[in-house]
């Protein structure tokens, strides 16, 4: 039987490192306001410390965002927006219709529950389509209130209050002495990671945010979002046909650019020796026991275990039963690490 195959080319979707300073804006409002995990944040000590200097406007609003979980809407006005700056975002959400207003805002459900939502979008005040909308979200921790919150403000105060409390949180953070290196560290991170390959989006976004990611059907965009402010955690979001992944930047890039990270010294430690280097090529050939060490380089098995030693813990090969076998994917990572470090400056 002959088969004709008129199938346009396979598509792949757009994956790219996405970074502002309204990005980290609106994460840092979801940090500070989110109570329930806020004590694990490695800014929640100075936070505290610091509120006594907030602005009593700031802390009205940040209540107010804690109570309503609109720092939810924050983050989904921004990735429609883009915005590099605060003006910039206050600019796009002045010029938007109220259905793409409530659009944005909405969050995703499910692919059989979007018609419910653009019937909501649609319909602002209609009680009857915003209640069972909001009812899909019955015990998720915040997007059944969220979604009532929504409904029952007007277009107009949901609005000053995205606006109010991006300007003076940022007002509030641009005071701090380490915004700029953090500004910085946030730039960089996306300079860095330009060129991303979407034929392989498992592997690179697990290289960059450390997350596992299985293809979800009708996304087709993923957004990788470096931040500071929710550090140590990574905050994922979906909308109908984006993931976005809010990952922590390495405390190296927190740090003076000159100063090498300590990975990259304990790597070049782990390799600054003729045997270690002999033992890696070996294991590049095929994994190998203590025992197939031992007889291959005629030495004992107590030397070659401490050599083994600080290979694994640089993370340059790992043993499982017993068998040691090498880490290619880390010591090519380590090889990106060192150029990063290198060209930091650039």
Known sequence: MKMMDAALAEETIQLAVEQS?????????????????????????????DAETMPASLVELLEKMQETNLWYGLLLLQNKFGARSVEEFAERLADISDERFY???????SRAAEALREQAAQHPSDGG??????????????????????????????????????????????????????????????????????????????????????????????????????????????????????????EQQLLDPEVPPNELIQGHKALGDGLRLNVLYQLRQAPASLQDLSTQFQMSK??????????????????????????????????????RYLNRSE
Do not use: C
């Open 129 to 250: 389509v915003w209640g069972p909308y909001a009812d899909l979200f019955e015990g998720h921790a915040y997007l059944a209130g969220y979604v009532r919150q929504l409904h029952s403000h007007t277009r107009a105060q949901l609005s000053e209050w995205f606006i109010g409390v991006l300007t003076e949180w940022q007002d509030w953070m641009m005071q701090k002495p380490y915004i700029a290196t953090w500004l910085q560290a946030l730039v960089f991170e996306e300079k860095q990671y330009r060129g991303l390959d979407p034929a392989n989006a498992q592997k690179e976004i697990e290289r960059v945010t450390g997350a596992d990611y299985a293809p979800e059907p009708s996304i087709w965009s993923v957004k990788l979002i470096p931040h500071v402010s929710y550090r140590p955690w990574t905050l994922t979001i979906r909308t109908a046909d984006v993931k976005l992944f809010f990952y922590p930047v390495s």
């Open 103 to 109: 659009d944005y805002l909405l969050p995703y459900h």
């Open 302 to 339: 107590t030397t070659l275990h401490h050599q083994l030693a600080l290979l694994k813990a640089a993370k340059f090969v790992q043993v499982e039963k017993g068998v040691y076998s090498i880490r290619l994917e880390k010591l090519e990572a380590f090889s990106e690490l060192l150029n």
């Open 21 to 49: 300073a309204v990005w980290e804006w609106s994460v840092g409002i979801a940090g500070y306001t989110h109570g329930q995990l806020r004590h694990t944040f490695e800014m929640d000590e100075e936070w505290t410390r």
